[in-house]
Structures are given as C-alpha cells and as structure tokens.
C-alpha cells in the first residue's frame, strides 16, 4: 500500500515562493509517476505538474508552467514541488498523487489511485 505524506504549505504573499514535499512510502515505486493536484476552493482537483518516478520526465499545467518546478530524490522517495511567483489563485490544498502511469496520464487523470491528505496553501496579502 502506497502512503503519500505533503508537508510544507503555508501562508505566503504573492510573489512570494514555498517549497511543498511529498514522502512516498510502500509498494514498488520505480514504474510510478508522482505528482501534485491543486484543488482550489469550491473546484475538482486538477494535475499540475507531474513526474515519472524512473526517468524524470515531466508535464506541466500552463497555468503553473514557468512558475513551478517538479523534483525528486530517489533515494528518500520524496518528491517536491517549487512554487515561485505565487498568486492569489494558486490558494487552495495541495495533494500529493501517485499511480503507475506516465506523468502527463497522471496529471490528466481525476481518480489518482493514491492520494496523500493535502497541504494547505494560502496566497494572501
């Protein structure tokens, strides 16, 4: 079983930067994407910026690209998302997610199989 634990939101300016960290624990992890859901309030969840866990490669939403930046260390299994530029509407809880499919299928898909229990993120003045 799959465990996804986020930490690192927070309160934060606009313009302002924040760091998110997702720990993955359990299963075979080397075929899996990870990535990182941004529900804002009153929305769907919505795949933001993804990672395959074996090589690296990545997707983006255009509404965080150029902004946020996707990572990993392998060896601690922890994937982190680099938030800068932050706005108003980037507001909202941030989920951890992970499944074994390509980065941009589990951006693009609603039912991720696993789920971490968010972070909140608030962007205000």
């Known amino acids: 079983q799959v465990q996804l634990v986020e930490s690192g939101g927070g309160l934060v300016q606009p313009g302002g930067s924040l760091r998110l960290s997702c720990a993955a624990s359990g299963g075979p992890l080397e075929n899996y994407a990870l990535g990182w859901f941004h529900q804002a309030p009153g929305k769907e969840p919505e795949g933001i910026s993804c990672?395959?866990?074996?090589?690296?490669?990545?997707h983006y939403a255009d509404s965080v690209k150029g902004r946020f930046t996707i990572s990993k260390n392998n060896s601690a299994n922890t994937v982190y998302l680099q938030m800068n530029s932050l706005k108003p509407e980037d507001t909202g809880v941030y989920y951890c997610?992970?499944?074994?499919?390509?980065?941009?299928?589990?951006?693009?898909?609603?039912?991720?199989?696993?789920w971490g229990q968010g972070t909140e993120v608030t962007v205000s003045s």
């Open positions: 990672i395959q866990k074996s090589d690296g490669s990545t």
């Open positions: 997610a992970a499944q074994w499919l390509t980065a941009r299928a589990l951006c693009n898909n609603r039912r991720p199989r696993y």
